[in-house]
């Protein structure tokens, strides 16, 4: 093959350059390859952890697991097992393993928008370690699952809430009922007439309230007139000249005529001792028994004479003292 | 389109290809192929290739990234899925827009101009000549060439790649460190095993496809008609380009399929 115009313009240097070119290439080739074994963390010690799932929607080889946001551990495996439940193979690096203890929880969520999410809890970080090789069930979110649960329980409660709401609905009718309270309320007679449930009732009801002032007003008059009368029988009975007074008399006359009585039965009790020495000495002397008898009658006259002024005496004290009847004056 | 399609639809054209492709395959991958000769050819067509356009495809790959990179960014952060920003930036932009970029970007540069050249030489009889001086013209020619071919979309993919990965890096979380780890957290997670072999073969199969389709097609041109060579170079580029893309779509039927 001749040399061509073009080639004869070829620098000295071509082989270095090209060579360099191809060093070059290799070298950020090999580097790559190397970061990339480094990224998928093929010279990092791991241990591995098992997660058991019902399902394993979702979840793909490469995925994370996360703790508080952050990447510990990445899914190896996902494999069936005999018995129907999902083995999740993930490798967690040693320098992050302590973020995991024994009791951790794992969970596995499936959100609406973006990839299913594998997290790690850790409630305490002093617990024991998680052992290399630990199996741990994953406890399953999936929002997607939820969302007709949600949605048929939305409906009922939307249903009520039409109902509730509809036209002819109780609470329509409530909030009808209160708002014809409070237009009454606000009317003329205010509360009362929203409590009464009309103008006219509530018009009675202040008729009767002024009734019952009026009756009170004149009430107060009665009672000052009892007063009056009061004081005045009052005065009529303990005044001076009143009845007690006049019963005080009375009481001093009839015990002034109760003295005179006394004195003269104690004449009667002398008349009746002469009587005896009289009837003794009867056998002898007859003739004296004429006089005696005549001044037996005229005794016997005053007394019963006395007596009926007593009795009179009485009667008053009965007139001019009315509230007692029952009371009596015991003679001796 | 009738007109490339004219190209892509002719079935011998096809079978020429494939069989070309085949012998050039072996040819490539048999030491006994790499004389000191060939290794000639094959360094200037790297040199050619990667070496003169380094520094201006870096700029411009660096200049794509970083737009990209901004939108993808800001279009996260607006929607709130931040954490799936860098992600997709790695997911699309590194394994696969830069790829492709490169792909195409050295083929209209080398694979157009191996095409014409081969076309050329067709012309002018000179692969005649080379047979009949005894040299396979497959051998002397073409497969450093197709080497060389592949181990430039190889590099440029590479560097790149490379770049706009730290490119990435600084837009998301600055020039601080305390990214690296998150960082090196998301590069684990998309560059598993399966990818990167994916990414590797894909780079191979495009750096394969830049020179063979164009040297095949050139083949197609005939001796002492001039008027054919830019029938077969346009019909390389079409052929090429029906390639390239079926190339990433395949790969991304296998990786996201």
Redesign the interface.
Known sequence: ?EPEPG?TL?PKS??V??GM??A??IT??AA??L??L????VFEATQRLTLLADNAEGVS??M?LTFSGF?IG?VRRIALREDGKVRIDIDVPNKEAHWLRATSVFTLELPLV?GAKIRAYTANLKDTPLADGAERPVLRGDTAEEIPRMVASLRAVLENVDQITGSGSSLQESLKSARTVTERMAGKYGVLGGMLGGEDNARKVIASIDRANALLASLNGVALKMDTVLSKADQRVLGPGGVVDETQKAVAQAQAILGEVRERLKTVDEILANAQAASASARSATANVAAATTDLAALRAEVEASLRKIASLIDEINRKWPFERGTKIKLP | MAFGGEFIFRYRSWRRILRFAGHATVAVLSPSTYSPATRAVA??Q??FT??QI?LRYTLFAALFSLVLIQIVAATARQYGLSQ?ALELTLRVLVLELIPLLTALFVALRSGAAIGAEVALMRVGG?IED?AEAGESPLH??FVPRIAAAA?SV??LT??S??LA?LLAYAVFYGFSPWGFNEF??I???V??APV?AGFLLKCLLFGLAVALIPIATGLEAERGKPKSVPFAVLAGLVKLFFVISLIEVLSLVVKYV
Do not use: N
Not at chain 1, 38 to 41: E, I, K, S, T
């Open positions: 093959m080639f070829l071509l082989g350059k090209v070119l191809i070059f290439t950020i080739a790559f390859v970061y990339v480094f990224a998928r963390g080889l490469g994370d990447p990445r973006g | 360094v200037r790297i040199y990667a070496w380094l799936h000179q080379l002397g020619e181990v190889f590099s590479t560097l790649c490379a990965l090196s957290r590069v684990g997670k560059f598993d990167l």
